[in-house]
């Protein structure tokens, strides 16, 4: 049975608050699309909540309208429409055609008009209208059968209105909102209504009189003589202005509901469309409104065809065989996680091409030690090349089976991450949409989330088999597709030379950990406690009340309200306790100090005290962190589960956290850092002749910048001098500015624009460097490091100053920060290779910023260091030498 419901849109309104509620989103050309992609998820949104029969959108014409004609001023002093959303006006229609959404747009006239003629004519044919808008002109229009969906909140929410709700809220009925108008204006449309006449006594006097008509022809009876006459004098300009707020229900065009029906779209131009523009969420959306049961039955009846599942070892022997005489092995596993050492995978689909697909289910297997000979056979030929996706993770989990899988040729998540290393999201569902717009069900889908989350092993086995087939499928095209594209942009050595070799490395890292003392850490914990404790109490003395101490409203009131502090800056919510604003005040109370201290310590307790403590491996007594090959835009890897990166040591407490870093008996941490690399790079790259020279005469660098700075020789440089010259040296790659620099020395704008004045007088190479990067990348829209990594820069190309400025320094520093991160990986895979060639116990078992780890037996210790050392000064040849400092210890703490 038909609804009869039909959804209409007011496509100005709608993407005019897209776009003020969503930050800046760009795609790596540089197009806006913050407004599209906000639109498209409130239509998706509105679409899926109301189930609507038919659809259209509304739009303005740029022609002026019958209102304009009336009243020159109407909508005068608006401001123009930014340059930023005017650009994605014509691309949002292009969308709409495309999911053959009907538009409605006629000269003359506003949308509001089609809106409410539409309205008008489909309540006449026994339609239930929805009506979506930002502006609450709309309101006029809400009937019992009409409702106005009223965006708040940016367009996260609707309230929505029908007749009663208008009139419970505003106290007037629909019709008598535009009286309303007449009566106390718009200003966003300058409507005038009548100087003085707020909404309250325009309420008051329409609740008492009806219409702006009932009240010009009694106004004897309003007792308030300054209200009579300010309403004497404005008749006229208040029935112009009830005028100009109608919105006009009999436009005079031809209807048709046929024309609004919601129908079938072209999925796959829609699904080009979305790619254009990088929607990659948008895209899992309109798949997922096709028939999931029938995608489904599809996949089921091609997989009867091509996937074959083993149930025994006899034929599992026979497979086996057969795919060892193949050059590759394309596969995908899942596993029941329990404990890295313990984690169990359940099943497998492995394939060599795009012909047969083989389903191993462990659990079907009597014999299964007999299957994991199998397993290990096939998975360790040296002469089958591996191919996966997210392979670290497959490794990680294959180990506590005794399988260390061998010749992982290609990993299609590395080689998306490198082709567009912006994403947020490299999943293989995420590809599977990008490259064949299929909707591909992902791991949290098949298990769940929260309390209904399943184990592995309680999903149906016939299930897990579609899901394993499905990936391993989508896999083999992938590996094909990202092969070409990244040919194209000239990444085949920096993926086959550096990435895929590293994901190994990574591996082994995980799953070896970190050793930690939790005797230190627990004893740590009562240290801190203690001190944490200790503030507080001091923080209320000197407050002269309690409070708490970690609500930023509580600590404002009592910094500006009751000890009278100078407020810095102010947020929505009342005063800015931030870090900044603390450290202005720092001697402005003897609180301040105690305020700073107190967050520090709570921060190493909570952070790294308490989470460490929870994270420790209850079998290996190791900490296992994960290390993110795909996360960073500069090409850097990072940590998590902990982030080992973020230890803040530059205070001694946090120094002291690195104690409970332990090497197991017999051994010793051997750490070895990279000296001042990102300025190393930097010289390579400018070519400038006073940084080369520093580092080839091996000079302390921030000793010869401040020479060269201040005017003076290398021996009158002073330690004030130094950290000054310092502060400039690693923020000029940054593009850091005469505020910047100002804030890190506390010093004025003034000086600090004479300090970075006189750096690129001095160092005339590096200030060339750094126009080219960004002439270059405002041709190119991108910058690249010395292997080629690349990254987009669509920031520069934007016309808001602050977004571009951003875009300006990136394309500055990517060359240099991605070129150390390159250099680092290298490093890591050469140290990896040597200690395993070399038959070593020693392991890679940390990498923090530009620092390596490895943890070797005491026997092993001069090998090792040598070993590191040549690595990483090795790692790639510059016009400067690479310098490691290394040192040795027990613990992290003693390598320092």
Aim: hydrophobic fraction near 40%; charged fraction near 30%; aromatic fraction near 8%.
């Amino acid at each position: 049975m038909e609804k009869n419901r039909i959804l209409i849109i007011d496509g100005n309104s709608l993407i005019n608050r897209a776009f003020y509620a969503l930050p800046p989103l760009t795609t790596k050309e540089g197009q806006h699309t913050n407004a599209i992609y906000g639109f498209m998820t409130m239509l998706f949104k509105v679409i899926e909540e109301y189930q609507p029969d038919h659809i259209g959108v509304a739009f303005d014409k740029k022609a002026p309208t019958f209102r304009h004609k009336e009243y020159g001023e109407y909508k005068a002093g608006r401001k123009k429409m930014p340059p930023e959303l005017a650009e994605q006006m014509e691309p949002l229609k292009e969308v709409l055609d495309a999911l053959n959404i009907y538009r409605i747009e006629i000269e003359g006239f506003e949308a509001d008009d089609l809106i409410g003629t539409l309205a008008k004519y489909c309540e006449e044919n026994a339609f239930e209208s929805f009506i979506v808008t930002g502006d609450k002109d709309a309101l006029q229009l809400a009937t019992d059968r009409t409702k106005i969906l009223i965006t708040k909140k940016g367009i996260s929410n609707l309230a929505v209105y029908d007749d009663k709700k208008v009139l419970e809220d505003f106290e007037v009925t629909p019709l008598q909102f535009i009286d309303l108008k007449g009566l106390m204006g718009d200003k966003s449309d300058n409507i005038p209504g009548v100087p003085g006449v707020g909404e309250k006594t325009a309420v008051k006097l329409i609740k008492e009189f009806g219409s702006v008509e009932n009240l010009v022809q009694n106004l004897q009876q309003i007792s308030a003589v300054k209200l009579r006459e300010k309403i004497e004098s404005n008749v006229q300009q208040a029935i112009l202005s009830k005028k100009l707020a109608t919105i006009i229900t009999n436009v005079p065009v031809e209807m048709s509901l046929e024309n609004l029906k919601l129908e079938e779209f072209d999925r796959n131009k829609v699904l080009e469309i979305f790619k254009k523009y990088e929607f990659n969420s948008l895209m899992n959306k309109v798949m997922s409104t096709m028939d999931e049961k029938k995608v489904e039955k599809e996949v089921r009846e091609e997989s009867t065809t091509f996937l074959h599942p083993i149930e025994d070892t006899e034929t599992l022997e026979t497979v086996i065989n057969s795919l060892k005489e193949k050059g590759q092995l394309v596969f995908k596993s899942i596993t029941e996680e329990k404990n890295i050492v313990q984690d169990q995978v359940i099943a497998l689909a492995v394939a060599a091409d795009d012909s047969n697909y083989y389903y191993i289910d462990l659990r079907n297997f009597q014999d299964t030690d007999r299957v994991i000979e199998l397993l290990k056979e096939l998975l360790e030929a040296e002469n089958i090349e591996k191919i996966s996706h997210d392979a670290k993770k497959e490794l990680v989990h294959f180990y506590p089976l005794g399988i260390e899988i061998k010749n992982i040729g290609f990993d299609t998540m590395i080689g998306e991450y490198l082709i567009d290393p912006t994403k947020t999201n490299y999943s293989i569902k995420e590809l599977a949409m990008h490259y064949y717009g299929e909707n591909l069900m992902e791991e949290e889908e098949l298990r769940g989330k929260g309390k209904n989350r399943l184990d592995v092993v309680e999903i149906p086995r016939e299930k897990l088999q579609l899901y394993l087939y499905q990936q391993v499928k989508i896999i083999v095209g992938l590996k094909k597709a990202i092969e070409e594209k990244m040919q194209e942009l000239q990444l085949t050595n920096l993926y086959y030379e550096v990435e895929l070799p590293l994901i190994e490395v990574l591996a082994t890292m995980e799953f070896k950990g970190i050793k930690i003392d939790a005797n230190m850490l627990d004893s740590f914990k009562v240290e801190f406690k203690s001190k944490i404790d200790k503030l507080t109490e001091e923080i209320f003395a000197l407050a002269g009340a309690t409070f708490n101490i970690n609500s930023p409203k509580q600590l404002g009131e009592i910094l500006f309200d009751r000890l009278q502090l100078p407020p810095i800056k102010k947020t929505k919510t009342g005063y800015s306790t931030n870090v900044e604003v603390l450290e202005k005040l720092y001697d402005k109370h003897d609180i301040i100090p105690k305020i700073l201290d107190y967050r520090q310590v709570t921060k190493l307790k909570t952070t790294y005290i308490d989470g460490l403590l929870n994270i420790i491996n209850p079998i290996t007594k190791r900490i296992h962190s994960n290390f993110n090959q795909t996360v960073t835009a500069t090409g850097r890897i990072s940590s998590t589960e902990p982030n080992l990166q973020n230890i803040p040591i530059k205070l001694e407490m946090g120094r002291q956290l690195r104690k409970v870093f332990i090497a197991e008996d017999n051994h010793k941490f051997v750490d070895a850092d990279y000296s001042q690399i990102e300025l190393r790079v930097l010289a390579h790259i400018s070519e400038d002749d006073n940084l080369l020279e520093s580092f080839l005469q091996d000079q302390d660098v921030h000793t010869r910048t401040a020479s060269e700075i201040f005017n003076v020789s290398m021996e009158e440089v002073t330690p004030s001098m130094r950290n000054s010259a310092k502060a400039v040296n690693f923020g000029i790659v940054y593009g850091i500015s005469d505020f910047g620099l100002a804030e890190n020395l506390n010093i004025s704008r003034y000086k600090a624009k004479n300090y970075i004045d006189s750096y690129l007088e001095k160092y005339v190479s590096v200030k060339e460097y750094m126009e080219e990067s960004v002439k270059a990348a405002k041709k190119n829209g991108y910058v690249v490091t010395l292997l080629n990594r690349r990254r987009y820069l669509p920031e520069i190309a934007s016309k808001n100053f602050n977004i571009r400025s951003f875009g300006e320094r990136i394309a500055m520093n990517t060359p240099i920060q991605g070129s150390a991160a390159d250099i680092i990986k290298i490093a890591m895979v050469k140290v990896y290779k040597r200690l395993k060639e070399e038959n070593l116990e020693a392991k890679l078992i940390l990498q923090v910023h530009d620092e390596l780890i490895v943890e070797c037996p005491n026997e092993e210790l001069e090998k090792t260091k040598t070993i590191v050392k040549e690595s990483m000064e090795e790692a790639m040849s510059l016009k400067v030498p690479l310098k490691v400092d290394l040192a040795y210890g027990d613990t992290w703490y003693d390598t320092k």
